[in-house]
């Protein structure tokens, strides 16, 4: 059994000034063996090489310099029964802007075949994300994190490594965006691995020799998306090809949101005719349509409406609004800007809100497993939240609060620089689609997840609806 924990790394200083602090090298996709990344690794070859239908993923850097485990690793005390240990850690960027930082675990039996029970998995993925991880900086200030905590000192550390400047503590960047990990699990046919977890089951790869399945977990306030692969026999091949494609797409989504919300509150704002508009340009034309793009075997499937299910969505008010910008603004040439607007309507139907749907919230805080949230086949109620939006309903009219919570959604994009923001933010995104949808039940379950951010802005702003929405919400 192979658990992979990837972290997205966004990068989009090459649209900006911020490009000249940048080092040049390595050359990503096509970076020279033994190249040395600061305080990271150098570049080695992919054991089992990458893809063809990806370029350059048979080079990746080898990142246990940069990825230590602080007292070295002996396993979880708490699951003797399983021999865990690290395989892997390593770093690749796509040259453009979406990179990502992988660690794989190994989970064998202690003793006969693995045969794990669906608590076992749970507390499995419990430990993984509370794996202590020590990042080399000298500062000690920076001490080792859990993995679930990691995304802001890994911006920073990222920050560090590719910067031509050494500091110690990075300034913030609005520009480099660490993303929550995702979990990878791949069993294979001789391996027993039950679920707690109710999910999307995609049966439509079945006939390929493989099973794969989606859900979603929270852990500490935070949800993490989690794919289970199981391979038959004779099948290993479509598995992996199926395994990277899933990895990479999930870190070219992260890169390609960043990049569209940050053209939308001018983090980047290239001049018309620029050498950064024309990079901005190259991107949207060359590089974008492959965060759409799936391998022959897997292009009949509903895989990019699951890996575009997000809770940091683009509003569709806000697609139209970056269509504006590329055209009058930044003056992308005709022929590329067409090309864009048909992206820009694709994510914009291809997104999903991971409160709708298929859409499956486990929480496995503690030593609790219970199923907090179900898809659409299923409704299981949150009675205080039932109790909450009972007792407010009356007070409050959902058109006026949709439009407040518009107005918050555009500000908290302006403000926030850190992972825990961001996710209050998709929080609040979330709000807002469900007071559009009229369901007052929706916006407090949402609003219940975010916090004193949120709160603050919405009373820095005179939002005086959303702040009492908040309130209540906050107190269920």
């Known amino acids: 059994m192979l658990?992979?924990?990837?972290?997205?790394?966004?990068?989009?200083?090459?649209?900006?000034?911020?490009d000249k602090s940048k080092l040049p090298y390595p050359v990503w996709p096509m970076a020279e063996f033994g190249t040395y990344i600061r305080s990271t690794g150098k570049i080695i070859a992919r054991p089992l090489g990458g893809l063809k239908s990806w370029v350059g993923e048979n080079k990746v850097c080898d990142a246990k310099n940069a990825l230590k485990f602080p007292s070295g690793f002996t396993g979880y005390k708490s699951l003797p029964q399983y021999k865990v240990k690290p395989i892997f850690r390593r770093f690749y960027f796509d040259g453009k802007i979406s990179g990502k930082y992988e660690i794989g675990f190994e989970i064998k039996a202690a003793s006969g075949k693995l045969?794990?029970?669906?608590?076992e998995l749970s507390s499995l993925i419990l430990e993984v994300l509370q794996t202590k991880i020590k990042l080399p900086f000298s500062s000690q200030t920076d001490k080792p994190r859990a993995i679930n905590e990691l995304p802001a000192s890994l911006r920073k550390f990222y920050t560090f490594s590719t910067s031509y400047y050494s500091p110690i503590a990075s300034p913030k960047n609005k520009l480099i965006k660490a993303s929550p990990?995702?979990?990878?699990?791949?069993?294979?046919?001789n391996e027993t691995v039950r679920s707690n977890f109710n999910v999307r089951n995609f049966t439509e790869f079945n006939n390929l020799g493989v099973n794969l399945n989606h859900s979603y977990l929270k852990h500490s306030n935070s949800i993490y998306r989690i794919w289970h692969l199981h391979t038959q026999t004779g099948s290993y091949k479509i598995a992996r090809e199926l395994r990277l494609t899933l990895l990479r797409l999930n870190a070219f989504r992260e890169g390609l949101l960043f990049l569209v919300n940050s053209i939308l509150t001018k983090a980047i704002n290239p001049a018309p005719f620029s050498d950064f508009s024309s990079e901005l340009q190259l991107y949207f034309n060359k590089?974008?349509?492959?965060?759409?793009?799936?391998?022959k075997?897997?292009?009949?499937?509903?895989?990019?409406?699951v890996i575009y299910q997000t809770e940091n969505q683009v509003m569709s008010?806000?697609?139209q609004e970056l269509k504006e910008i590329m055209k009058d603004v930044i003056q992308f040439r005709q022929q590329i800007l067409s090309k864009t607007e048909k992206l820009l309507d694709m994510l914009k139907d291809k997104q999903g809100d991971i409160v709708m749907g298929d859409k499956i919230k486990t929480d496995i805080s503690g030593s609790n497993h219970n199923v907090v949230g179900v898809g659409k086949d299923v409704v299981v109620e949150n009675v205080n939240i039932s109790q909450a939006w009972n007792?407010?309903?009356?007070?409050?009219?959902l058109d006026k609060l949709s439009q407040e919570l518009e107005l918050l959604v555009k500000k908290l994009k302006e403000e926030g620089s850190e992972p825990e923001q961001f996710q209050e933010l998709s929080q609040v995104a979330t709000a807002h689609k469900e007071s559009i949808d009229n369901n007052g039940e929706g916006v407090f379950s949402a609003l219940s997840k975010t916090g004193e951010w949120s709160l603050g802005i919405a009373k820095q702003i005179g939002l005086g609806l959303v702040t009492s929405a908040i309130s209540a919400s906050l107190s269920t």
């Not at 075997?297 to 409406?305: P, R, T, Y």
């Not at 007792?391 to 009219?397: A, L, V």
């Open 297 to 305: 075997n897997f292009e009949n499937s509903d895989l990019l409406d």
């Open 181 to 189: 990990p995702l979990i990878f699990i791949e069993t294979s046919s």
């Open 391 to 397: 007792d407010n309903k009356d007070k409050i009219d």
């Open 3 to 18: 658990i992979t924990v990837q972290f997205p790394i966004c990068d989009i200083r090459r649209f900006s000034e911020e």
């Open 317 to 319: 008010s806000e697609i």
């Open 287 to 295: 590089v974008a349509p492959l965060c759409f793009k799936l391998p």
């Open 115 to 119: 045969n794990i029970s669906g608590h």
